[in-house]
């Protein structure tokens, strides 16, 4: 007997990008983000201007997934959406409309941890895409998050480290910042990181017990030294760009595995998946692949559109709860800091 089609509309408002998807089981039919250029002006994220567009943003994403897929609203089983971590505005408005959606169309509601959506997209049906076995360890790394979590099933997470201050993310951000890259500056970091020499300078790697990340001191670390040098050579950021990237990048990547080596070390487990913004960097994949020849893991990695935030990670997670007929009360709260 063919099973019924289970079609689930996703809904992500987290941050700065307002992204709905639709799924058909595990198979993803759009995925459409619309981005907040705004924010570029101000190196960062502004909380208040990232709701209003939110709230610009959300009826028309939604429209485009549905039209994309050819679905209409009245062939959907459920609206899944992110319930946090995030800014909370944001995350209001996602919350305000999936609960009035499924409301109206009396049908499941379904809240999605944010960090949990991450790494669970790593089982969105893909050619080409092998999916990670039950145990493995996730690495996500964000703008705002870096954890590395023991995965036993669907929903059962333990976090085994994590920053205790600025996240990966940021700190790729923030060394933008001091040396004149626009925002998001990880990408143009990375794209120089390519052409110059990773061991031309040398900066602080913290020194944190277990499993635990620290990016705060790398980060000023990085403006000292930058401001050190600008004073004794007013072009010497100019005149050495790609080096400094290369040098930063170096000394991230190896902050991450460092402590990714640790955990296989410690937990047994060979089989490794990347999740978040910053796992679309070319470095920490390359360091990746390095690392199955070496030590014998085995990496999956997702493809670039389910790095950053996205409504298809969210869906997924939507059609694995839809099966577990786990399904949210209309009372349910956006947290800003909810945890896996």
């Known amino acids: 007997m063919e099973k019924e089609n289970i079609y689930i509309l996703g809904i992500e408002s987290s941050c700065d990008d307002t992204s709905a998807a639709v799924l058909c089981n595990d198979t993803i039919l759009s995925n459409v983000v619309a981005d907040q250029k705004i924010h570029t002006e101000y190196g960062g994220v502004v909380p208040e201007l990232a709701s209003r567009a939110h709230q610009q943003n959300i009826v028309p994403v939604v429209h485009q997934a549905l039209e994309k897929a050819g679905v209409k609203k009245e062939q959907l089983h459920a609206v899944a959406f992110t319930r946090g971590p995030g800014l909370m505005g944001s995350l209001l408005v996602g919350t305000s409309f999936a609960k009035s959606l499924a409301y109206g169309l009396d049908i499941p509601l379904i809240d999605v941890n944010h960090m949990q959506a991450h790494i669970l997209a790593h089982f969105i049906d893909e050619e080409n895409h092998n ?8 690495m996500t790394i964000s703008g705002g998050h870096t ?4 995965v036993s099933n669907y929903f059962e997470m333990e976090v085994l480290g994590e920053t205790i201050d600025d996240a990966v993310g940021e700190a790729y951000d923030k060394s933008g ?3 004149g890259l626009g925002y998001p500056a990880g990408p143009e970091i990375d794209r120089r990181a390519q052409l110059g020499n990773p ?4 900066f602080t790697k913290p020194k944190v017990d277990g499993l635990n990340f620290s990016f705060s001191g790398l980060k000023t670390n990085i403006l000292y030294f930058v401001q050190r040098e600008v004073k004794a050579d007013p072009n010497f950021i100019t005149e050495n760009l790609n080096d400094i990237c290369a040098s930063i990048q170096y000394t991230i990547i190896g902050i991450l595995m460092s402590k990714l080596k640790l955990a296989v070390k410690q937990i047994g487990i060979k089989h490794i998946a990347i999740g978040g913004g910053v796992s679309a960097n070319s470095g920490i994949r390359k360091a990746l692949k390095d690392a ?3 030590f014998g ?3 999956y990695i997702p493809k670039f559109e389910y790095t950053t935030d996205n409504a298809a990670m969210i869906a997924i997670v939507g059609y694995l709860k839809y099966l577990d007929n786990d399904f ?3 009372d349910v709260m956006a947290t ?3 945890k896996i």
């Open 131 to 138: 999916k990670p076995p039950f145990p493995f360890l996730a």
């Open 147 to 150: 954890q590395i979590v023991k």
């Open 297 to 299: 893991w085995t990496s």
């Open 292 to 294: 199955e020849q070496k």
């Open 328 to 330: 949210s009360d209309f």
């Open 336 to 338: 800003a800091r909810l």
């Open 199 to 202: 061991k031309a300078f040398q």
């Open 177 to 179: 910042k001091v040396l």
